[in-house]
């Protein structure tokens, strides 16, 4: 199977504030400076290397395309299944220092049957939606690596996250999510777009554990 096409490159249009943003949308802003962090185990080795995280779907570029989707009462619910897959399987996320309780995962589930009001423990959701493991690897750090994107999808490491249950493998949803987020943030902000990108990445969420590993290139 040949690699999935890169994604276009985001534009700009999630990175403003959303002035028709309602009074719930406002309490459910991701703080970026709150998740730049990662919230994993530190120093995992391979070999003589310290491992780093490095994410599939920009977390910044997430980060700007929820605050924008969950400011009205029709994006919330279109990012119910996101809240609702990862309350399913957010306890069982490797997740060092924000880890999710069965508090914390019940109330996300509750907040996807009802998008109307601000959820609750938002703090550590915002934690987790920027770093799930299904969106995440783990590898040599950007100096050691002879292909490094920076902040774009990565397209090729996206194959090391390997299948989910039903047969597929993750890069599809990864690559399918990163162009409706992608799409949305580049001005295509429709409903339609925000159920797309939502959906796939909901897939991403059911992955439990760490981040995958993978070798530098020879």
Avoid at 32 to 38: A, E, F, I, L
Wanted: net charge positive; proline share 7%; charged share 25%.
């Amino acid at each position: 199977m040949p690699p999935p096409t890169p994604p276009p490159r985001a534009g700009s249009f999630c990175n403003g504030a959303n002035k028709g943003c309602d009074e719930v949308g406002r309490g459910m802003q991701v703080d970026y400076s709150s998740v730049k962090r990662k919230p994993y185990a530190t120093g995992q080795r391979w070999g003589s290397m310290t491992l780093t995280y490095h994410h599939l779907v920009g977390k910044k570029l997430i980060s700007d395309w929820w605050n924008d989707v969950v400011c009205t009462a029709e994006g919330r619910q279109a990012l119910a299944p996101l809240a609702e897959a990862i309350g399913e399987h957010a306890t069982q996320y490797n997740n060092k220092n924000k880890h999710a309780s069965k508090t914390d995962a019940d109330a996300w589930r509750e907040w996807a049957q009802n998008t109307d009001t601000k959820m609750k423990s938002f703090y550590k959701f915002q934690q987790i939606v920027t770093w799930m493991p299904g969106d995440l690897v783990r590898g040599p750090p950007p100096g050691e690596r002879k292909s490094d994107p920076g902040s774009e999808f990565d397209h090729e490491v996206a194959w090391y996250r390997g299948c989910l249950s039903d047969g597929k493998a993750v890069a599809t949803y990864l690559t399918a999510a990163a162009h409706a987020i992608r799409g949305y943030c580049d001005g295509d902000a429709t409903i339609v777009r925000a159920q797309e990108g939502a959906n796939n990445m909901a897939k991403v969420a059911t992955i439990q554990g760490d981040a995958a590993p993978f070798r530098p290139k020879e």
